[in-house]
């Protein structure tokens, strides 16, 4: 037969060996996408910014307390206040109070960043390894209630200095608390422990409402202006960044008005004996029923004129150390 007369030499070559599938890289998801930053990565890059918002916001903080306190009518504005101060007291005094404020941003911003970066780890879909709006949202109203029950109620809301704040302006027969010691030693007593606590809720509620507010407008701000996604190792100049922050900035406090304004109310009545409101729901109500709607807005440009800036600031630093990390551990992979 022809076919067996044909020559080894004729014979078809044996087929050539696929080569063998490589592991995955660990900078690579499992399922094939780009694995995140890790949270110990983003609450890093939260303590930095925070650092640097401190830094870069006190002056205000300094100037704004000193005009506050001012009742000779020493200052005439806040450019007068400044002036004034570095002239009679040197430069550095405008950074008076840096250490205890940036260990305070430090500590809130590697907490928020962290928490919602562990967060959103465990609203995956465990097919795509994306996150939904919905996990997005939930992640950040999570990061903010761990953040209001570990350090805004304790160490700001119901803290000794706040609360001594609080009396300024009464008479002497009307102050409760004589020192900051006292002050704490006497909400332990009357309330407990867990007296530097109360009156949380409508703290949980506002600052949960204004992360997740926060964190899915930065999200959202990135992919729509700079077509920027987590893990794609682009990494967003500091003044993109910063237009990223400053929007989402501004969409917390309008999310959150009506929390921080029964907060306030909450925390401040029980100065006089005076008991207006029984809750946060009641407040809310009441607030509503005898000032209209607009009253649970009150102090909105306050907080405008402070916090946007201040993210703005935090997220140009944060990105850029998310940044370096995507461009050293998560692109080479994809290359």
């Known amino acids: 037969m022809a076919a067996a007369a044909a ?37 890093a890059a939260g303590s930095v910014g925070g650092v640097m918002e401190a830094c870069c916001l006190q002056p205000i903080d300094v100037i ?7 009742r000779s009518g020493a200052y005439r504005g806040i450019a007068h206040c400044g002036t004034t101060v570095v002239r009679s007291e040197g430069v550095r005094a405008l950074w008076k ?46 990061a903010g ?27 002497p027969d009307l102050l409760r608390y004589k020192g900051p010691i006292h002050c704490a030693r006497t909400i332990v007593t009357e309330e ?14 506002r ?16 992919i729509v202006l700079w077509k920027k996604h987590e893990g794609d190792g682009k990494v967003l100049q500091p003044w993109q960044s910063m237009i990223s922050g400053f929007l989402a900035g501004t969409a917390g406090p309008i999310c959150t008005g009506p929390f921080d304004v029964v907060k306030t109310r909450l925390m401040a009545q029980g100065r006089t004996g005076d008991i ?7 407040a809310i109500r009441t607030i509503y029923a005898e000032e209209g709607l607009r009253a649970l807005w009150k102090g909105l440009l306050p907080r405008l004129m402070r916090i946007p800036p201040g993210q703005a600031i935090m997220w140009a630093v944060a ?12 692109q080479p992979a994809h290359m």
């Open 7 to 43: 020559s080894p030499s004729s014979s078809p070559p044996p087929p050539l060996m696929s080569p063998a599938p490589q592991a995955a890289s660990p900078a690579e998801d499992r399922r094939g996408g780009r694995a995140p930053v890790p949270p110990y990565v983003k609450a």
């Open 276 to 282: 207006k409101y029984k809750g946060m729901v009641h």
């Open 64 to 70: 704004k307390t000193r005009l506050q306190l001012d």
């Open 192 to 205: 407990g422990l867990f007296g530097l606590w109360a009156g949380a809720l409508p703290t949980v509620m």
């Open 145 to 171: 209630v761990l953040e209001a029950l570990l350090i805004v109620t304790p160490f700001e809301a119901r803290s000794p200095l706040h609360l001594l704040q609080q009396q300024k302006g009464l008479s």
């Open 207 to 222: 600052n949960g409402t204004n992360q997740a507010a926060m964190f899915t407008a930065k999200n959202t701000f990135d």
């Open 319 to 330: 990105d850029q150390v998310m940044g370096l990390y995507e461009r050293s551990y998560l």
């Open 97 to 142: 109070g840096l250490t205890p404020f940036a260990t305070h941003l430090t500590l809130k911003y590697a907490l928020r960043l962290g928490s919602n970066a562990v967060l959103q780890s465990a609203f995956k879909d465990p097919g795509t390894g994306k996150v939904s709006a919905h996990g997005r949202l939930a992640s950040g109203f999570g």
